[in-house]
């Protein structure tokens, strides 16, 4: 099973920028996506960015033009470019990969899987 990690997090104030990372712990041959979703307290998670590994990059209307997310492949990692940042987007950050049952064209269950990692914490000072 394939294991997330998060990094980057701290605390900046408004008008920051910050990099988080996500790195995982081996490559996969399964058809995936990249997520990152956040929380803040005492809100549900919800959705900020997403990146197929054969698609576009997706993101939330509320960092849309602020947050930048890539990935270096060769080092299992995405990250997640955060500019402009404000209190609003004080949260946990998550990343998750998501198995879409496919590997090489054909379907297999080895590859329907979610894995989440531990989150990091962005704090945003006004």
């Known amino acids: 099973q394939v294991q997330l990690a998060e990094s980057g997090g701290g605390s900046v104030q408004a008008g920051g920028s910050l990099r988080l990372s996500c790195i995982a712990s081996r490559a996969t041959r399964c058809k995936h996506e990249m997520l990152w979703y956040r929380q803040a307290p005492g809100k549900e998670r919800e959705f900020v960015s997403q990146?197929?590994?054969?698609?576009?990059?997706r993101y939330s209307d509320s960092v849309k033009g602020r947050f930048t997310m890539s990935q270096d492949s060769v080092k299992n990692t995405v990250f997640l470019e955060m500019s402009n940042l404000t209190p609003e987007d004080t949260a946990v950050y998550y990343c998750k990969m998501w198995g879409m049952g496919v590997q090489d064209g054909y379907a297999t269950a080895d590859c329907d899987f979610n894995v989440w990692g531990q989150g990091t914490q962005v704090t945003v000072s006004s």
């Open positions: 990146m197929r590994n054969d698609g576009p990059i």
